[in-house]
C-alpha cells in the first residue's frame, strides 16, 4: 500500500536518524539542535522524538540557554525551539522555566540606550523603531526576522503557563517590532523593511515565519492569500514547507504538497509538520491568543486541551 506524504516522510525521519539521537542536516551528519528539533515535533509520541528531547535537553546550559550541538559552548536562538519543544510535551519544569527566562533576557543590540540615543539625536538614519525589542541569532549581535518568529512562537505558547507582566510586555514589543519591519510590498526581508533608504524585497520563507510569528493579529489576514500565492509559485522547498504551516496555522488552507522526499532532514520535519495531519499545531499560538483575549476581556481561564495545540478553553465570568 502506498503511504501518504506525510507518512513517507516520517519513514524517512526515522531511518536518518543518528544513533545520538539526534539529526544532521543530512543523513550520518553530525547532530544539531535545529534538524534535531524540527524532526523530534514532526515524530512527537513515537520513541524516535524521546530519544532526541533526551539529547537536547543535556546541551542547556546553567544560564537556561540552549547549545546548538555538542561541541559548541553558546547558547543561541535554539532556546525558542526547545522551550516550544516542552510546551508540546507538556514538561513545564525547571529547563522549561530556565529556558523562558533565558529568552526574556535576550534582545538585539540595536535596543541598547546608546544606540538609541544616538539614533534620537540622528547620528545614524532609522529603518526601525529602536524602542521596539526583537531577538538575535545569538547574544550579542542584531535582532532579525526568523530569531523573533520563532521566540514568540515559543513565549506565547508558554505563556499558558508561565503568566508574567514581563513575558506579555516582550511578546508585545516583538510583534509590534516584527509588524514594523514589513516590507513596502507586503512581506518580509531578513531583518528591515529598508537599507540606506532604499525599500527592500521580502522573501517567501522569511514571509511565512512572520507570519507564523504574527498569527491572530487581524492585520495578517488579508495577506494570506497572497501567502498561498507565494507557495504555488516559488521554487524554493524551504520556502514552500513554511508557507504550508504558516497558512495553517493561520487557519487557511495550503496549496497540495507532493514530490519526493528531499535529502535535507530539516525541510524533511518541515514539510512533515505541514501535511494536512501533521503535528503544525505544535507551532499554534492561538490558544494563547485566545486565553489573552479572555484575561482582557475579564474571563478566567478553566483549562485546555494542549494536545497538538489545538486547545478548548473554558471560560467564566467572575461574579
Not at 541569532?137 to 520563532?150: C, D, L
Not at 492569500?225 to 514552500?240: H, M, N, Q, W
Request: charged fraction near 25%.
Amino acid at each position: 500500500m502506498e503511504k501518504s506524504y506525510l507518512g513517507v516522510r516520517l519513514d524517512a525521519l526515522k531511518r536518518s536518524q543518528n544513533s545520538d539521537g539526534g539529526w544532521g542536516y543530512f543523513r550520518d551528519k553530525q547532530s544539531w539542535l535545529e534538524p534535531t528539533a524540527y524532526a523530534a515535533l514532526a515524530l512527537h509520541g513515537d520513541a524516535a522524538a524521546d530519544r532526541a528531547w533526551a539529547l537536547i535537553s543535556r546541551w542547556q546550559g546553567q544560564d537556561g540557554g540552549w547549545r546548538p550541538s555538542s561541541d559548541v559552548a553558546i547558547a543561541n536562538w535554539g532556546t525558542a525551539l526547545c522551550v516550544t519543544i516542552a510546551t508540546a510535551r507538556g514538561e513545564f519544569g525547571e529547563p522549561f522555566q530556565k529556558g523562558v527566562k533565558w529568552l526574556l533576557g535576550s534582545a538585539g543590540v540595536e535596543t541598547r540606550l546608546l544606540n538609541r540615543m544616538a539614533a534620537k539625536v540622528g547620528l545614524f538614519k532609522l529603518e526601525r523603531d529602536l524602542n521596539l525589542k526583537g531577538w538575535p541569532w545569538k547574544p550579542g549581535t542584531s535582532s532579525w526576522v526568523e530569531p523573533t518568529a520563532h521566540t514568540l512562537v515559543a513565549l506565547k505558547r508558554a505563556s499558558l503557563k508561565f503568566a508574567s507582566k514581563e513575558l506579555g510586555e516582550r511578546v508585545r514589543l516583538g510583534e509590534a517590532q516584527l509588524a514594523g519591519v514589513r516590507s513596502k510590498d507586503g512581506g518580509w526581508n531578513y531583518g528591515s523593511r529598508a537599507a540606506l533608504g532604499i525599500d527592500l524585497p521580502s522573501y517567501p520563507e522569511t514571509t511565512a515565519l512572520a507570519l507564523v510569528g504574527l498569527q491572530g493579529r487581524g492585520e495578517i489576514a488579508s495577506y494570506l492569500s497572497e501567502a498561498a500565492k507565494l507557495a504555488r509559485e516559488t521554487k524554493s522547498p524551504l520556502a514552500k514547507a513554511w508557507l504550508a504551516i504558516a497558512l495553517r496555522v493561520n487557519g487557511a488552507e495550503p496549496p497540495v504538497s507532493n514530490g519526493d522526499v528531499t535529502p535535507d532532514v530539516l525541510i524533511t520535519a518541515l514539510e512533515a509538520l505541514g501535511a494536512a495531519e501533521g503535528n503544525h499545531a505544535f507551532l499554534s499560538t492561538i490558544a494563547a491568543h485566545n486565553a489573552a483575549s479572555a484575561r482582557l476581556n475579564g474571563a478566567e481561564v478553566i483549562s485546555e486541551d494542549s494536545r497538538a495545540g489545538r486547545c478548548a478553553l473554558r471560560t467564566e465570568r467572575s461574579s
